[in-house]
């Protein structure tokens, strides 16, 4: 299973401003910057489809806050696992993986 999820990057070298531009894929609306300007690069644009999944899923949690009765605990829930998962994906950039992260990895395939 764990084979399944983890995907190697390639032996191909990769430059530290890949690695930058893929560390700022999980940090909110930076992950627009490697989108727009790091689309040729496989191992960035993965990343930012990502970072760009966590960040919608933050800003409909946003809205959560309008929901009469549940809106605080769902804004609270959700904002937690956009941080934990977050973590994750930076873990990801740090160890030089493409992992997909569990849960988003179904959105991305849809973008």
């Given at each position: 299973?764990?084979e399944a999820?983890l995907l190697?990057?390639?032996?191909?070298?990769?430059?530290c401003?890949s690695y930058?531009?893929?560390?700022l894929s999980y940090?909110?609306i930076?992950?627009?910057v490697?989108?727009?300007?790091?689309?040729d690069?496989?191992?960035v644009?993965?990343?930012?489809?990502?970072?760009?999944?966590?960040?919608?899923w933050?800003?409909?949690?946003m809205?959560a806050?309008?929901?009469?009765?549940i809106?605080?605990w769902?804004?609270g829930?959700s904002s937690?696992?956009?941080?934990?998962?977050s973590?994750?994906?930076?873990?990801s950039?740090?160890l030089?993986r493409?992992?997909r992260?569990?849960?988003v990895?179904y959105f991305v395939?849809?973008?």
């Amino acid at each position: 299973m764990a084979e399944a999820i983890l995907l190697e990057t390639e032996n191909t070298p990769c430059g530290c401003r890949s690695y930058l531009m893929a560390g700022l894929s999980y940090l909110g609306i930076l992950c627009f910057v490697p989108l727009l300007m790091s689309r040729d690069d496989e191992y960035v644009y993965f990343h930012a489809k990502q970072g760009l999944v966590l960040w919608m899923w933050s800003v409909l949690a946003m809205f959560a806050l309008h929901l009469p009765l549940i809106g605080k605990w769902l804004f609270g829930f959700s904002s937690m696992g956009v941080l934990v998962l977050s973590v994750a994906g930076l873990a990801s950039v740090a160890l030089r993986r493409t992992w997909r992260l569990p849960l988003v990895g179904y959105f991305v395939a849809l973008i």
